[in-house]
């Protein structure tokens, strides 16, 4: 079965208001949807940011084991 789909779209105001490594965000129809990674050192940074050394707020959750 072949679809056909004729869209016109038209957006005065979009507002995202987060955005994750693992998000998708599509306006209309797609034949397929193919993710992109891009990383952008915006801050100028020359070298790591330091390790934690005190309790954080943070709830690091356990990633298993690679295989």
Known sequence: MNWTVY???TINHFKVDNVSNSSVLQVG???SISGISQLYNTG???EPAPELTEPTP????PLPNPV
């Not at 943070?58 to 959750?61: A, E, G, I, K």
């Open 29 to 31: 129809s797609a034949g």
């Open 58 to 61: 943070f709830n690091f959750v």
């Open 44 to 46: 100028g940074f020359i």
């Open 7 to 9: 869209q016109h779209i």
